[in-house]
């Protein structure tokens, strides 16, 4: 009987992804739930009935999680950090159309004195 007990719980402790704090907590008082009414005498099937299935079991207790909504802070970072540079690329991009003349003169070679100089602004 235990085994089915320790199996049971197991089954949930793999089905929820929740931080290992409160999933040991709720483990816990699960697991002292099961017990408790095996020792008043209920059924360890009609247990399992009324508590329903692991999978079902471990959608509810992560639906009721309260920090489940908190959003993850590192995505939160990343997202921020791209949308910050997509922002100045256009704004960088916006500015060199508007004003052509930022952009710098590129030489091109340098080897045995022959020198080319492209300049965006007139094409040679």
Not at 6 to 25: Q, V
Not at 67 to 93: E, G, H, P, Q
Not at 110 to 118: A, H, I, N, P
Request: glycine share 4%; net charge positive; hydrophobic share 40%.
């Amino acid at each position: 009987m235990e085994k089915k007990v320790k199996r049971y719980i197991k089954a949930i402790d793999r089905r929820l992804h929740l931080p290992r704090r409160i999933k040991k907590e709720l483990l816990s008082e699960l697991s002292s739930e099961i017990y408790g009414r095996l020792d008043d005498g209920e059924e360890l099937e009609a247990i399992f009935a009324s508590i329903g299935t692991p999978q079902e079991l471990a959608k509810e207790l992560e639906a009721n999680d309260p920090d489940r909504k908190k959003v993850n802070r590192w995505k939160l970072t990343i997202y921020s950090a791209i949308a910050f540079c997509t922002f100045v690329w256009m704004i960088y991009s916006i500015v060199l159309i508007v004003y052509p003349r930022l952009i710098p003169p590129v030489v091109i070679g340098e080897q045995m004195g022959v020198v080319r100089c492209f300049s965006p602004i007139n094409g040679r």
